[in-house]
């Protein structure tokens, strides 16, 4: 029998993965892995465990379950675009959840968005088989319901989630395309943004109703464009500006004197930038630390 610190060890980084995926909540996934550790240590009998992994997903993942029930109406109410708190590699820990969650596009913003399309209970089902390669027995017995019901909504979960990751390009060329779309806004390049955008590009703002931000998706590249453009402008010396990665791919982070940040991620098509995410609602990044 493992010792609850030796347990902590062990599946705590695959315990935040599953629970990040589960919430798109970096501070809520943390709460419910630590809460899970404390409920196993304070069990009377905790040898009587035959499989102390299955009990601590089975754990993390009601609680999340419960928490997503809980959590629907205040979604419901969210003012603006709802985005994933954004997941960064250099938080300068050594027990940086990032660093720590496997398979990068299964924790891109676009990912975590899709995912957002299933209800709890499906969203569980498809973790625990796609991503955490649990069988339907052992994904039946952390959620109380027969091994068929299981397949069932696993089929349903799968038959909605259209993911093709390898529309994306490879992170040097993503990261390379992002630093020339920054340069080319710096310059007021529109020729080369064009190039860099896809026509139909899409631009999410969540600002939480916390911060200044759009409230509805701008749509189209020239829309896109001009947006930032006109930003820029607004705020000329009052920015600093730098790269990171973000949920597993390259990102940025821009930092207005006030003490707002913007952390932006993105996603490709036909090697142009589709989507920009950018997360402003201070709620979201309080566990991102100023520099």
């Given at each position: 029998m493992m010792s609850t610190e030796s347990l902590y060890k062990t599946y705590r980084s695959a315990l935040f993965s599953l629970a990040y995926r589960m919430l798109g909540s970096v501070m809520d996934a943390e709460d419910i892995v630590q809460e899970a550790f404390i409920s196993y240590n304070q069990l009377p009998h905790p040898e009587g465990i035959r499989n102390e992994r299955a009990f601590l997903y089975k754990i993390v993942t009601n609680r999340c379950l419960d928490l997503l029930r809980s959590s629907a109406k205040k979604r419901e109410l969210y003012v603006g675009p709802w985005l994933p708190e954004p997941l960064i590699e250099n938080m300068a820990s050594e027990t940086d959840?990032?660093?720590?969650?496997?398979?990068?596009?299964?924790?891109?913003?676009?990912?975590?968005?899709?995912?957002?399309?299933?209800?709890?209970?499906?969203?569980?089902?498809?973790?625990?088989?796609?991503?955490?390669?649990?069988?339907?027995?052992?994904?039946?017995?952390?959620?109380?319901?027969?091994?068929?019901?299981?397949?069932?909504?696993?089929?349903?979960?799968?038959?909605?989630?259209?993911?093709?990751?390898?529309?994306?390009?490879?992170?040097?060329?993503?990261?390379?395309?992002?630093?020339?779309?920054?340069?080319?806004?710096?310059?007021?390049?529109?020729?080369?943004?064009?190039?860099?955008?896809?026509?139909?590009?899409?631009?999410?703002?969540?600002?939480?109703?916390?911060?200044?931000?759009?409230?509805?998706?701008?749509?189209?590249?020239?829309?896109?464009?001009?947006?930032?453009?006109?930003?820029?402008?607004?705020?000329?010396?009052?920015?600093?500006?730098?790269?990171?990665t973000v949920n597993g791919l390259p990102g940025m982070r821009i930092q207005l004197d006030n003490g707002v940040q913007f952390i932006y991620s993105f996603a490709f098509k036909n090697n142009r930038i589709e989507t920009i995410y950018t997360v402003a609602n201070p709620d979201k990044l309080r566990h991102i630390q100023l520099s």
């Amino acid at each position: 029998m493992m010792s609850t610190e030796s347990l902590y060890k062990t599946y705590r980084s695959a315990l935040f993965s599953l629970a990040y995926r589960m919430l798109g909540s970096v501070m809520d996934a943390e709460d419910i892995v630590q809460e899970a550790f404390i409920s196993y240590n304070q069990l009377p009998h905790p040898e009587g465990i035959r499989n102390e992994r299955a009990f601590l997903y089975k754990i993390v993942t009601n609680r999340c379950l419960d928490l997503l029930r809980s959590s629907a109406k205040k979604r419901e109410l969210y003012v603006g675009p709802w985005l994933p708190e954004p997941l960064i590699e250099n938080m300068a820990s050594e027990t940086d959840p990032s660093h720590i969650v496997e398979q990068q596009e299964s924790i891109s913003t676009a990912y975590l968005l899709l995912l957002q399309q299933l209800n709890a209970v499906e969203r569980a089902v498809f973790l625990l088989r796609e991503i955490f390669h649990y069988s339907y027995d052992e994904i039946a017995e952390i959620l109380g319901k027969s091994s068929a019901n299981c397949r069932q909504i696993f089929r349903r979960a799968k038959g909605s989630i259209h993911f093709v990751p390898d529309q994306s390009p490879s992170i040097s060329v993503a990261e390379a395309q992002i630093k020339e779309f920054v340069d080319s806004l710096l310059q007021g390049n529109t020729n080369k943004l064009l190039e860099l955008l896809n026509e139909n590009v899409v631009f999410y703002t969540d600002g939480g109703g916390k911060v200044r931000a759009a409230q509805i998706p701008v749509v189209g590249v020239h829309k896109v464009i001009q947006l930032h453009l006109n930003l820029l402008k607004m705020y000329e010396g009052k920015y600093v500006y730098s790269y990171l990665t973000v949920n597993g791919l390259p990102g940025m982070r821009i930092q207005l004197d006030n003490g707002v940040q913007f952390i932006y991620s993105f996603a490709f098509k036909n090697n142009r930038i589709e989507t920009i995410y950018t997360v402003a609602n201070p709620d979201k990044l309080r566990h991102i630390q100023l520099s």
